[in-house]
């Protein structure tokens, strides 16, 4: 009997080894992570930030690595992260890049936190300020070119490198992408080799002189939140445009754009001169994902109705931050599981209807097809509404097997998301929610339709 007991449990937890080891990437399947701090990548000449004029300090460069404790992989993607700042300040340390590493590398990840060079030459217009993300660009790709080069020492796949940035790191992994031809340089951008310290201000070519390492600065993927490009085409070329995109931006951002607009100095210093100066047009998720789509790119996007510029930056002291962040991650790691992976559908948060047409003045959702509208309305049955403590949603279709069902307040945040299965009722908790207006939202592949919700007291 001792035998049988034995076996069958050996039995059990072989199974569910072998269900967990299915969701590596996906699921949080190390509690612990090891953290290589300091390690240098490269170095090159800086702007000391506002003071300096000719960049005459050189600067070390430094990245840390994230490992899982306990791995037995030897071949793992690797995901580099970039921090936010207006390309001002910020370090690889900032609490959102540190949060990003931890849980990726928690799922199986190897991850990196970058430092790049900051600063803008003076005065601040769109010459140096494309001359500042320029030099970042180089930093990007020389971290890159470094990573690889040590794939060996920290079980990295040289195939599976993904880039991820919030804000001004966002700039950096998109265009470590699409700003890769010398065409696409600007003409005002001065390619020629620097090598000593003197007051010629040559930045040399799109890979830089920040490392001389002899590996590929190409990514198979990039994390884009908030982030922007100078102009769509860039992803246009045979490169670019095989490198899948995950986006989420906030439609009230007034920082990044969220579609298209001119970024003005106004927006990157504590104390905006005024009138407003203008710098740089760049174009954001909207358009990049919009771009993407009508060509047959890769691309997922997430927007965030009515938030302002990086929404989840407060997310350790915020509980409106932190609701930003659950819906960050869930997409996130969602999608770098499917459409980086490949791996097959998981749970998880998945695109929204953006506006039709952002840069004309339309800020709703766009409207779906009506046959799919009229389709879930009469095959879906929503109960009680209004609503105090629990929310019944049931869904029968013989065509469709599941709709994912969301929950979302008024500022577009998620509430609460589940997967439905045809024929079966799932049950929403709301009895914590503040009594106003929400919005159900049905989702099947890129359709989706939404129906109020009332919760009461």
Known sequence: MKLKFTLTLFLLLTIHAANAQDKRYFDRIFTEVKKTADIQYGS?????????????????????????????????????WAHGGSFLNGTKNDADIVFFCNEFA????????????LGYEQPIDSVNATRTVYRALQDGRAAIRFLR???????????????GGTSAGAFIALNVAYLNLPSEVPSFIDTTQRSVVNLFKGLGGIEGTTNTIK????????????????????????????????????????????????????DLTPLPPEPAVPIIEV?????????AKKKGYSSVFYTWYGAPHVP????????????????????????????????????????????????????APCETTSVFNQLVLKQTKVYPN??????????????????????????????????LNSGTTETFNVADLAPGYYTLQLQSGAKSTRQKIIVTN
């Open 312 to 363: 989840y930056i407060q997310f350790n002291s915020s509980p409106t931050a932190a609701l930003y962040m659950d819906s960050l991650m869930s997409f996130t790691v969602k999608h770098v599981y499917e459409n980086f992976l490949g791996l097959g559908e998981v749970e998880g948060l998945t695109e929204n209807a953006p506006p039709c047409d952002f840069n004309n003045g339309d800020i």
């Open 283 to 291: 174009q954001g998720s909207y358009d990049i994902d919009k771009h």
């Open 149 to 163: 080069s040590v794939a060996n020492q920290y079980k990295i796949d040289k195939n599976r490198v993904y880039f």
């Open 386 to 419: 209004p609503v105090h403590d629990v929310l019944n949603v049931f869904f029968e279709d013989t065509k469709t097997t599941t709709l994912s069902a969301t929950i979302f307040d008024l500022s577009g945040r998620i509430v609460n998301t589940k997967k």
């Open 44 to 80: 090159n000449f800086t702007y000391d930030a506002l003071q300096t004029q000719f960049g005459l300090t050189q600067q070390n460069l430094f990245l840390d690595i994230y490992e899982p404790v306990g791995d037995t992989v030897t071949n793992r993607p690797l995901i580099i």
């Open 106 to 117: 928690k799922r199986g990840f190897v991850t990196a936190s970058i430092q790049y060079r």
């Open 215 to 266: 590996e590929s600065s190409e990514i198979q993927g990039i994390i884009n939140f908030c982030g922007a490009t100078r102009v769509v085409s860039w992803m246009d070329d045979d490169y670019s445009s095989n490198v899948p995109v995950i986006s989420m931006h906030g439609t009230n951002d007034a920082t990044v754009p969220y579609a298209t607009r001119v970024i003005n100095l106004n």
